[in-house]
């Protein structure tokens, strides 16, 4: 006696294309996560000493290349770069009461994929004002830009 069996859209028999379809979605849960898990997700911390740190968990270039967007989109000046020891200097233009703020960016690669941003700002020029909370807000932004260009 021949029994009838439905064959699948993949071409398995109907049970077996039920647990195909499972095991897809079993996969594509697992992708999900790990690309969730693995996208650049980051710790800001400010210190007492002026220092601003960020840690990513991805590409050392992808953060670089975020650090260099998140420079110009907040209108600072590059005056010096060096890719291979992964450091930045970077001036802001003149606020309206002549205060310019200086970067000093270092990105330390820890591991492969594990990578450390260190920010400190500082008054450059002899004008304008010298209000500490200024530095950290240059910080933050900076750090934030980063952050959202990296994530966006």
Not at 14 to 32: F, K, M, P, Q, Y
Request: proline share 3%.
């Amino acid at each position: 006696m021949k029994r009838d069996v439905t064959v699948s859209k993949c071409g398995y028999p109907s049970t077996a294309g039920r647990w195909h379809r499972c095991r897809e979605r079993a996969i594509a849960a697992v992708l999900i996560a790990m690309v969730v898990l693995l996208s650049s997700c980051s710790t800001i911390k400010g210190s007492s000493e002026g220092t601003w740190t960020a840690s990513y968990f991805t590409d050392p270039d992808r953060v670089w290349g975020a650090m260099e967007i998140s420079l110009i989109d907040l209108d600072y000046e590059v005056v010096s770069k060096n890719r291979y020891d992964g450091v930045i200097r970077a001036i802001s233009a003149p606020a309206d009461d002549g205060t310019i703020i200086e970067l000093a960016i270092d990105q330390v690669v820890r591991t492969e994929d594990q990578i450390k941003i260190y920010v400190k700002p500082s008054f450059a020029g002899d004008g304008g004002s010298t209000n500490p909370d200024l530095l950290r807000a240059a910080a933050d932004e900076f750090l934030k830009a980063v952050d959202d260009t990296l994530n966006g």
